[in-house]
């Protein structure tokens, strides 16, 4: 039985490093202490079991909050290259009026239209310049570079801000 709990926490290590989210490593902490307890007494599943769930209960309880927290506290700050954090840092114009998560607008960036929402407390109108701060999934969440808003919009609604053309959506 102790090769047996040895190769599930193996597993659980595996499936840890591939996931990263510190469940399944306080799992395989708990196969690893049942198997010490199954080379003592092999014949005790049952405490076995109560010593696989008790430990990782407890390190999911205890340990994994503060864990979490130092690995994010550890790489808070850091460009993450990548689909998504190449797109973080980028300036773009808004193509269309950029609020909050209930009025989601739409920018241009590397080509593309793509939805987003104003990390400002305001709507940000067509034509304001933006930073790309973060990525959620498909939507962009932007802030007007330079903190603030501009006096006057650089062009009407309905106007692509770039070149006084009609947006695709009222082609």
């Given at each position: 039985m102790?090769?047996?709990?040895?190769?599930?926490?193996?597993?659980?290590?595996?499936v840890?490093?591939?996931?990263?989210?510190?469940?399944?490593?306080?799992?395989?902490?708990?196969?690893?202490?049942?198997?010490?307890?199954?080379?003592?007494s092999?014949?005790?599943v049952?405490?076995?079991?109560?010593?696989?769930?008790?430990?990782?209960?407890?390190?999911?309880?205890?340990?994994r909050?503060?864990?979490?927290?130092?690995?994010?506290?550890?790489?808070?700050?850091?460009?993450?290259?990548?689909?998504h954090?190449?797109?973080?840092?980028q300036e773009?114009?808004?193509?269309?009026?950029?609020g909050?998560?209930?009025?989601v607008?739409?920018v241009?960036?590397?080509g593309e239209?793509?939805?987003?929402?104003?990390?400002?407390d305001?709507?940000?109108?067509?034509?304001t310049?933006?930073?790309?701060?973060?990525?959620?999934?498909?939507?962009?969440?932007?802030?007007p570079?330079?903190?603030?808003?501009?006096?006057?919009?650089?062009?009407?609604?309905?106007?692509d801000?770039?070149?006084?053309?009609?947006?695709?959506?009222?082609?």
């Amino acid at each position: 039985m102790t090769i047996a709990w040895i190769a599930v926490g193996v597993v659980l290590i595996a499936v840890e490093l591939h996931h990263m989210a510190f469940y399944a490593l306080f799992v395989a902490v708990g196969c690893f202490a049942a198997a010490a307890v199954a080379s003592v007494s092999p014949g005790a599943v049952g405490v076995q079991v109560a010593t696989a769930v008790v430990v990782a209960a407890a390190g999911i309880l205890v340990v994994r909050s503060r864990v979490s927290a130092a690995f994010a506290h550890h790489h808070e700050g850091e460009h993450v290259p990548g689909v998504h954090g190449g797109l973080v840092g980028q300036e773009v114009l808004t193509l269309d009026l950029v609020g909050g998560e209930d009025q989601v607008g739409h920018v241009r960036l590397a080509g593309e239209r793509w939805r987003a929402v104003s990390g400002a407390d305001v709507p940000l109108p067509p034509g304001t310049t933006v930073l790309v701060t973060a990525v959620r999934g498909t939507t962009l969440t932007v802030w007007p570079v330079g903190g603030h808003l501009p006096p006057e919009s650089p062009a009407e609604a309905g106007e692509d801000p770039r070149s006084g053309n009609e947006t695709e959506d009222q082609q």
